[in-house]
């Protein structure tokens, strides 16, 4: 949700009880895997300390998760929020991120903190594309660091916690100044990564802290912390100038040929003279060509690799996501507004499979979001609905929260075996009717960008069971905003032998 792609008004949302379970096999899949049986159930994360909320009215939720199972959130206290009290409306575009945590395997979550309020209760320099990372390994201390990045009008906050989220610490510009779309990344103890886009250019950029070394700094004053190193991501192997990117992983598996490889899912649209991808668009984008940023030293070259051209120039903002399984193979999904894709890299991110289709035939899916778990396990979850065709087109999916309007839901694929098959599952009731509209500050429609631009799926190391962190506006007819709701599995209960 960032300046650039504007903040549309959401509205409405409620609780959600039990998620429906509804088996959805795509044309790609064979047959049912060999998986537990599992049940998944959904509802609102909760209001914040001291807001006295109904619910909350936060939205475009990340996720993570630590190597023992432990979830975090991070969501935006977004704008819109005016039941919040510390959204400020003198303050405009100013409010916050709320972060929650789960010990038990995502059943429930408690709020943690706002680590960019300017004080208790009050807004903060945050509020839009907010996201979050945790530790893959533990520090001095016995925790897993938490880090947390949130935009504000200026540039974008790094905050982090080294104590399980009792306390944090606060870098208030998390980089060079004048940033958009902040995303985080991971790898062992101290080592974080932010990338952004630096304005006015919209170049691409990727930088590394270490916390543990440099960031022993009071909060209430901001963090003086520099990155180790700061690289641009130059698309000079690729014509076209749009760059647009998406949350970066790193592969952190001991068990992979390619630990600590960085990997950058980015876009060009077809158009030579365009600084951003919005205006690619407008002037005529002739499709969209994906590739990844790969970079094997720790962040300081990358090289680029194409993965697929999408002729249908359908140039979604935020639309590709990757991940790694347990071995190293690499993940990349995305969608055209129509469907969503994933194509498989075994070779460190320079080759890649054709694309595989992933939704049911007669059915929509959008804003796929990956994770990979241990060999040969993906999980993509996405925004769907039982009806063909471009989200976007108000006429097939008609008028948002029209009565004839498409029912979008969650929806989750799940492969063991290195995504030859899938089992797709719907996970939530409905979350969206009508137009969801993907092409940020350009959607016009009033509602249609309720859900934003992103949400966030992980796999818990432990327990190997997903957690899902997304946006609902649904039913509308309660609270009158969208929120930031949680999607769990759980094992089915066995039934008792008589």
Avoid at 190 to 208: E, G, M, R
Avoid at 281 to 287: L, V
Avoid at 337 to 352: C, E, I, P, Q
Wanted: proline share 6%; with cysteine.
């Amino acid at each position: 949700m960032s300046r650039r792609h504007g903040a549309s008004r959401l509205l409405a949302g409620s609780a959600v009880a039990l998620a429906l379970v509804l088996p959805l096999v795509s044309a790609s899949a064979s047959k049912s895997l060999p998986t537990p049986a599992t049940t998944w159930t959904t509802r609102p994360l909760p209001v914040a300390a001291g807001t006295n909320m109904a619910r909350n009215e936060d939205g475009e939720p990340g996720i993570g998760v630590t190597p023992t199972g432990q979830f975090w959130v991070a969501s935006d206290i977004a704008p819109y929020a005016a039941d919040d009290p510390r959204v400020d409306p003198a303050a405009g575009a100013l409010s916050g991120a709320d972060v929650w945590s789960s010990t038990d395997g995502a059943r429930s979550f408690t709020w943690r903190s706002d680590p960019f309020a300017e004080a208790a209760k009050t807004f903060g320099l945050a509020g839009e594309d907010t996201d979050i990372a945790v530790a893959t390994q533990k520090n001095s201390n016995g925790f897993y660091n938490v880090y947390a990045t949130s935009l504000w009008i200026g540039s974008s906050g790094l905050a982090w916690s080294a104590d399980g989220g009792k306390t944090w610490q606060l870098n208030r510009l998390g980089g060079a100044p004048t940033q958009d779309r902040p995303w985080l990344a991971a790898d062992g103890a101290c080592s974080v990564f932010i990338a952004y886009h630096q304005l006015p250019t919209f170049t691409p950029f990727v930088d590394k802290y270490d916390v543990c070394t440099n960031g022993n700094v009071p909060m209430s004053g901001g963090a003086t912390l520099d990155p180790v190193n700061s690289t641009a991501l130059s698309m000079s192997d690729f014509p076209g100038t749009s760059n647009s990117f998406n949350k970066l992983t790193i592969d952190t598996s001991p068990q992979s040929r390619y630990q600590h490889s960085i990997y950058v899912p980015m876009s060009l649209c077809a158009a030579q003279a365009a600084t951003d991808v919005l205006v690619a668009q407008a002037n005529g984008c002739n499709g969209t060509q994906y590739l990844v940023a790969v970079s094997t030293d720790g962040g300081t070259t990358f090289a680029y690799h194409p993965v697929v051209l999408d002729p249908s120039s359908a140039t979604l903002v935020w639309a590709a996501t990757v991940a790694t399984d347990q071995v190293g193979n690499v993940y990349f999904a995305w969608s055209d507004a129509r469907n969503s894709y994933l194509n498989v890299s075994h070779d460190g991110g320079k080759t890649w499979s054709k694309s595989k289709k992933l939704n049911a035939p007669g059915t929509a899916a959008v804003y796929p979001t990956v994770a990979g778990g241990k060999s040969g396990r993906v999980d993509i979850a996405w925004y769907g609905t039982p009806r063909a065709g471009n989200s976007n087109d108000k006429k097939v999916m008609g008028k948002p929260n029209a009565a004839d309007g498409a029912k979008w839901s969650v929806v989750v694929a799940r492969s063991i075996d290195g995504g030859r098959t899938f089992t797709l599952r719907t996970v939530s009731s409905t979350i969206h009717v009508g137009e969801l509209c993907t092409g940020g500050s350009g959607c016009g429609d009033a509602n249609s960008r309720n859900l934003l631009d992103d949400f966030g799926l992980a796999i818990s190391p432990a327990t190997g069971l997903d957690a899902i962190a997304y946006t609902d506006d649904q039913p509308q007819g309660v609270g009158g905003k969208a929120y930031t709701a949680f999607a769990t599995e759980q094992l089915a209960a066995k039934p008792h032998k008589r």
